[in-house]
Structures are given as structure tokens and as C-alpha cells.
């Protein structure tokens, strides 16, 4: 029996060896076919793998990780060129994980190129150094400098580049680059996401080189001024601007020739924000390509009066070679950000392409331009301007590429009005494609999508590209000779214009729409499915809708968060049983107010936990309920300086499921379930909870070792232990204030406590 049952199992596994060796040669097969469709594709791949390279480094939390991750996409392709024996999956395999790898270690490398001391922790100190940047803030009444810091005078190691803002009112004349002052300030280190999912700044201010920020305390001197050939050219550009132009139209006409923005009113910053009009405010592809296009045309037109120079016709490459110049001119004129420099390298290629003529807008142009940028700025894949920008050049393009679209929109034999109105469905059409591609970007960054900014650009964008644009530059030109004002009324009436439609659109029912924070793997999975839609041609590209519409559902169903906790404990939002939000302190700033607000997905404002019927508060504790699923949450925080006795605060906090305060609690004030006092939060930094789940997502990650993280983290920790005793200590002492609530023992059962005078 046991001799005839083996090649019986013998057979059987040879079989299913042949099946599975057929099958896996019918999936290469046809794979091998699909790319060999999309071969002129295969290429626009290599930068999104460069991008996901240096994504991950963002994502993976330690060196060992990032170590590990590199060594895998290494053996990957090396695996892939060793397997290869014709064929283009081996090939695109080995070139994306050497991209993978490569985008890792550029970012890696250049977080490690651009290290610079941070301060550890907040002080005040007597700085000197050279000015490097001045940005006028007239709206906010400062004036932002970045100085590079040549004597240092406080506690801790000193950064080498700081941030100091100046009341504008007091702030001298010589405040000039290049200029060397003395200033006593109150400085703090780059401060990290308050919130979960919120601006991290730390990280920001890591790769620019800056180690601390803060307010000048003293009229500041000026220890040797700048040289008188080291006017700022920029500076005074937006001077004489905004002279001519007052309020928010001189800031926006401001924003469009130096890209300095701060003079435009807040209100009409949000406005432009709400309606989906701040792209025209950041210097980007389409104030270059105004440019570079009134340049071009100018010239033609000039040099064409010259009928000699016509009939050579080399009209277009000097014309070419005038707009580049303007293009180069124009970046370096508003601050040679690296949204106007990248949108710089792609005119450059567009005109490059124009002259050797071969056709201008492909998605090889923008893979060429995106390659660039990663290759010096890596990371500015994880930053908003990067992904908005490439995220809608690229829609738009693929979009015009698709062959119904061409038969579409291409040129017809019709009347001109029928031309006029297919145009204009293609405008309108382009800017629904250009806000549903954007619409995840905003969410995930700024926790809130717009929906009527296709119809405000409709008219927004001819009316800057075409009006407000030329009419500035016009009397700017004018100006030379004293007769520039019939350009500023015309520039005026376009920018008051604009800033209507902002206004109209931003005030309009349902504008902004307010969501919570977007899972990270959700928008990975829409961003992924956005890219497989636009870059193949074939059918197969429409699978790239499968992993969109599981992120948008991902999205859908993500639970708001119940409770919002700041990394400083200072600050908390409640979410009310009625799904309005509370938040805990009186006397909150506008800034802490929308960015809880935010993080919540509250549209319009919060109110006050002192006023929600849920809550009972005095000057020192608000006790908050919650009803989740049929439970009970109790949330205890406090909500001032003053210690509280130990002996009534103790009692409150075991009978909380979760408790809150900015300082060190004593030992024995810990939450049934969660307690998020000094201790806890700096080690976790902001956190959200969400009852229903139980999940609780915090800023800082166990184990997380990116350089701004632990940049000053070592000073900052052995400060904090000299603090514990002291508090411990101070917290037993019974605490007398004529203006006091008591907090009583006897607490009754719908609340949890009471007070009295």
C-alpha cells in the first residue's frame, strides 16, 4: 500500500507544480503585454518612485528602519536585474526600487546636510547677528526677520539661525539685509503639530535651518548697517506697491509681482483660502506663465516691425529666449521659493521644447520637472505646495491628453460663438477635474474641501492672467516716467473685483465643507489611484478608481473625534452628545480656535465649555460628559495656574475616565482610563481620542527619531526632571485666594462634584 500510494503524491505534485508554473508564465505574459502598451508610460513612474522614496523616510520612524527599507529596495532590484532575461517587468522593477532607494537617501542626506542646533527649550536671550530675510507683515502690524546669529547671549546652546518677529510701529529704517543688530528676545524652539494632523513647523523650520523662533522684547540696535549697495530690490518693489495701492488689493497686487503677501487683510486671506482662490496669491506656474507669455508676445511683436528681423525668421527663439529670461528674472524677483522655482524649471523646459519643436505639455515635461525638484528638495513631497501643484498640472494634462477629450476641444470648422462656448465648457470642465483631483490634498493638509472653486476661477483666473496682471506690470513701467496711475486704477478695479468674487463665494451656503483628520493609509490609497488614473493610457488605467473610492469611504467613515487635546495641555475641544464642539479656556486665541475647530471637522466656531449645558466649570476645573454607545465618558480638566489642594483633586480624578492638565499631576490623580498630564504629553505631544473606538492617535510616535524630534530633546528632558519634586510638592500645599471656589467632597452623582464660594 504504501509502495503505489508515493508516485500517486508524486504525480499530483508534479501537476500542481505545471499548473502553478502555467499560471504564474499566463500573469507574466500578460503583464509583459500591458506594459509593452504603456511603454512610452513606463517612464513617468520613476519620479512618483522617487517621491514614495522619500515619503517613506517621513513615514518610518528611526534610522534602523529607514536602514532596513533602503537595503530592501536595493535586494529588490537586484533581485529584479538578476532574474531578467528579456522582458520589461524585471527592468521597470529594478529602476523603481533604485528610484525607491534613491528618493530614501536623498532625503535622509539632506536632513542630515541641513542639521543645525535647536534651542531646547523656551528663553529669552540677547542675540546678535546678520540679517538674512525681512518679510514685511503690514496686516499684522510685524516685521519677520531671519537672522544668523553671530553672538549669543541667554541659557542652552545657542541655534545658529533664528526667526524674530518686531512690532512694525518701533522697528528702525536699517532693518535691511545684510545689516548686523542687537535685540533682546523672548525665543522658543519650532513648535510641533499642536494637534494631531496639524502644520508641523518643526519639521519645516528643521530643513530651512532654523532652530528658533520669537518676539523681539526691545527697540532693537543696529550695529553696523548695510551697505548702501545692498538695497533690497524686492522690498522696495512691495513698497512702492503697496503706496499705490492700499489694503488688501495693494497686498494682493503685492503677491503677484514679489510674492509677498503680508499686507493682505486676514479676513481676505481666508476668504481667498474658502473659495479656492489662494493659489493666485503663491507665485507659481500660472503667474510664470503670464509673464513669460506678456514677454514673449511683446517682443514678437516689436521685432516683427522690423521687416528684416521678420523674414529671418529667428523671431521665436529670441522670443524664447526673452521669456526665459523673464521667467529666471521673475523667480529670483519674488524670492526664489521652491514653488516658484520649480514652476521656473518647467517654463524653461516648455520654451526649450518649443524651440527644438517638439510638443510643449506632456506629462514627460512635469515628470522631467518633478524629478528636478526632488533631486534638490526632496522634502517637499510631504508639503502641500508640492503635491497641489503637480497634482493639478498633472490632471490636467492627462486630461487633454485622452482622445475623446482632444475630439472634444480641439479645433472645429464652427462659428465663433460655438468655439466661445466650447471653450468655456472646457474651462469649466478642466476646473471641476482640478478640484475633485485636488479636493483629497486639501482634506488630508488643511481638514477641509471647497466646492465652489471651479465657478469662482472661471472668472478669477482670466481676470488676474489677463487684467490685474498686465495692468500692474504696465504701471510699474510707467511709473518710470511719472505717468503709471490709469495702470494702478485699471490694476485697483481687477483686484477690488477679485476680492469681491472671493468674498461672495467664500460667504455662499455649504463653500467649505469641514472634515476630520483624513487617515494617513486613505489618502495614500486615493493618491495612488489618482497617479495609476492619470499616467497609463489603457484600460487598465480605470482600476485606479478601485483604491480612490476605498480612500474616499475610508475617509466617509472615519468617526469624528470625541475629545482634542493640545500637546501643551493648555487647550482642549469636547465634542457635545448635540455634535457641536466646546472648548475648555474663555480666553482662547482665533488661532487655537480654528485649529481645534479644524482638527474636529467643525464648520464656524466652537463654543465655550463654560456655557455647554454638558459641562460644569470653575475658574480651575471644568468636569465634562460625554454619552458614547450607550456609556458614560467623564472628562476632568484643569483650566488654570493655581494648584489645586491634592486632597479634592485626588477624589475627582478617580471618579473621571479622563484627565487633563497642562502641569504635573500628583501621583495619585490618575484617570480611570487615560490621564494626559505635563508628563504624559511630552512624550506623546497632541492627542486625539475617539470614544466609540477607544483609538487615541497622538503628534509623536514611540520610538519616532527624526532630527527635529530629538534635536532638543535631551536639554529639554533634564530640565524636566528637576521639575516633578518641586511640583509634587507644591501641589500638597492648600492654595487660599479670597476669589477661590472650593472643591467639595461630597459630590452628587449627575456631575461628579461640586463647588462652592
Known amino acids: 500500500m504504501a509502495t503505489s500510494a508515493a508516485p500517486a503524491s508524486s504525480k499530483a505534485s508534479s501537476a500542481l507544480q505545471t499548473r502553478a508554473a502555467h499560471g504564474i508564465t499566463l500573469i507574466q505574459d500578460a503583464l509583459e503585454r500591458r506594459l509593452e502598451a504603456e511603454r512610452d508610460q513606463l517612464v513617468l513612474w520613476v519620479p512618483v518612485a522617487l517621491g514614495a522614496g522619500s515619503a517613506a523616510w517621513f513615514v518610518l520612524p528611526d534610522p534602523r528602519s529607514w536602514a532596513a527599507m533602503l537595503l530592501l529596495a536595493l535586494a ?14 524585471p527592468v521597470l522593477a529594478a529602476a523603481l526600487s533604485f528610484a525607491v532607494a534613491g528618493g530614501l537617501a536623498l532625503t535622509w542626506a539632506r536632513a542630515e546636510r541641513v542639521a543645525a542646533p535647536v534651542l531646547a527649550r523656551p528663553t529669552i536671550a540677547w542675540v546678535t547677528g546678520r540679517i538674512e530675510q525681512v518679510e514685511p507683515l503690514p496686516a499684522r502690524k510685524l516685521t519677520r526677520v531671519t537672522l544668523a546669529l ?14 524674530v518677529n518686531f512690532d512694525t510701529r518701533t522697528a528702525p529704517s536699517g532693518l535691511v539685509r545684510n545689516a548686523m543688530i542687537r535685540v533682546r528676545a523672548r525665543l522658543m524652539p519650532p513648535a510641533p503639530p499642536a494637534v494631531p494632523g496639524a502644520y508641523d513647523f518643526a519639521r519645516v523650520a528643521w530643513f530651512a535651518g532654523l532652530g528658533a523662533t520669537g518676539r523681539a522684547l526691545t527697540p532693537v540696535t543696529i550695529v553696523t548697517p548695510a551697505a ?11 513698497r512702492h506697491i503697496e503706496a499705490r495701492l492700499t489694503g488688501s488689493a495693494g497686498g494682493i497686487a503685492a503677491a503677484l509681482a514679489t510674492g509677498d503677501t503680508g499686507a493682505i487683510d486676514e479676513r481676505d486671506a481666508e476668504a481667498m483660502r474658502n473659495a479656492g482662490l489662494a493659489h493666485l496669491l503663491s507665485v507659481s506656474g500660472l503667474h510664470i506663465t503670464a509673464a513669460v507669455g506678456l514677454v514673449m508676445w511683446l517682443t514678437l511683436r516689436l521685432l516683427a516691425l522690423s521687416p528684416r528681423l521678420a523674414l529671418t525668421g529667428r523671431l521665436p527663439l529670441v522670443a524664447a529666449a526673452a521669456g526665459a529670461v523673464a521667467a529666471i528674472g521673475y523667480t529670483w524677483l519674488t524670492g526664489s521659493q521652491v514653488p516658484t522655482i520649480r514652476s521656473c524649471v518647467a517654463a524653461l523646459m516648455v520654451l526649450v521644447a518649443l524651440v527644438l ?3 510643449a505639455l506632456t506629462l514627460r515635461l512635469v515628470a522631467a520637472g518633478a524629478v528636478v525638484v526632488l533631486l534638490c528638495w526632496p522634502e517637499s513631497v510631504v508639503g502641500p505646495s508640492f503635491q497641489l501643484s503637480f497634482a493639478a498640472v498633472t490632471a490636467i494634462i492627462a486630461f487633454h491628453e485622452h482622445p475623446r477629450v482632444r475630439s472634444w476641444f480641439g479645433g472645429h470648422e464652427e462659428p465663433r460663438w460655438r468655439a466661445v462656448m466650447r471653450g468655456l465648457a472646457s ?6 477635474l482640478v478640484e475633485l483631483t485636488l479636493m483629497p490634498i486639501a482634506v488630508y493638509h488643511f481638514h477641509q474641501a471647497g466646492l465652489y472653486g471651479a465657478l469662482a476661477n472661471i472668472v478669477a483666473i482670466p481676470l488676474t492672467t489677463f487684467v490685474a496682471m498686465p495692468a ?3 504701471a510699474l513701467l510707467l511709473d518710470t516716467v511719472g505717468a503709471g496711475a490709469p495702470g494702478w486704477w485699471v490694476a485697483r478695479q481687477a483686484l477690488t473685483l477679485l476680492l469681491w468674487i472671493a468674498r461672495t463665494v467664500a460667504a455662499a451656503p455649504g463653500a467649505v465643507t469641514a472634515l476630520p483628520v483624513m487617515p494617513q493609509a486613505a489618502f495614500a490609497a486615493m493618491l495612488g489611484g489618482g497617479l ?4 497609463w493610457r489603457t484600460r487598465w488605467r480605470y482600476a485606479g478608481l478601485v483604491p480612490v473610492v476605498i480612500g474616499a469611504a475610508w475617509t466617509i467613515a472615519t468617526p469624528v473625534p470625541d475629545l482634542i487635546v493640545t500637546g501643551d495641555g493648555r487647550h482642549l475641544a469636547l465634542r457635545g452628545d448635540d455634535g457641536g464642539v466646546a472648548i475648555l479656556r474663555d480666553r482662547t486665541g482665533d488661532y487655537v480656535r480654528d485649529l481645534l475647530a479644524e482638527a474636529g471637522g467643525l464648520d464656524g466656531e466652537p463654543e465655550l465649555l463654560s456655557g455647554a449645558r454638558a459641562a460644569r466649570c470653575n475658574r480651575d476645573l471644568c468636569w465634562m460628559v460625554r454619552h458614547v454607545k450607550g456609556r458614560v465618558w467623564r472628562v476632568l480638566a484643569t483650566r488654570s495656574q493655581y494648584l489645586l489642594p491634592a486632597n479634592a483633586l485626588i477624589p475627582l480624578c478617580r471618579r473621571a475616565d479622563v484627565v487633563v492638565s497642562e502641569r504635573r499631576l500628583p501621583r495619585g490623580c490618575r484617570g480611570r482610563w487615560l490621564t494626559l498630564d505635563r508628563a504624559t504629553l511630552v512624550r506623546t505631544g497632541g492627542v486625539r481620542v475617539t470614544f466609540a473606538t477607544g483609538r487615541v492617535a497622538t503628534v509623536r510616535a514611540v520610538g519616532d527619531a527624526h532630527p527635529w524630534l530629538v534635536g ?9 526632571k528637576a521639575l516633578p519634586m518641586l511640583a509634587g510638592w507644591l501641589s500638597m500645599l492648600p492654595v487660599e485666594r479670597s476669589d477661590q471656589k472650593r472643591w467639595s467632597l461630597a459630590a452628587p452623582s449627575a456631575g461628579g462634584w461640586q463647588c462652592d464660594r
Open 76 to 89: 529588490v532590484a537586484s533581485g529584479a536585474l538578476a532574474m531578467a532575461r528579456g522582458g520589461r517587468t
Open 150 to 163: 553671530s553672538e549669543w547671549d541667554g541659557s542652552g546652546y545657542p541655534p545658529a539661525r533664528v526667526r
Open 357 to 359: 519643436g517638439r510638443e
Open 532 to 535: 495609476w488614473l492619470a499616467l
Open 427 to 432: 474651462l469649466l470642465l478642466t476646473g471641476l
Open 712 to 720: 532638543g530633546e535631551h536639554e529639554a528632558r533634564q530640565a524636566a
Open 472 to 474: 500692474e506690470a504696465l
Open 228 to 238: 548702501a549697495e545692498a538695497t533690497d530690490i524686492r522690498a522696495a518693489l512691495t
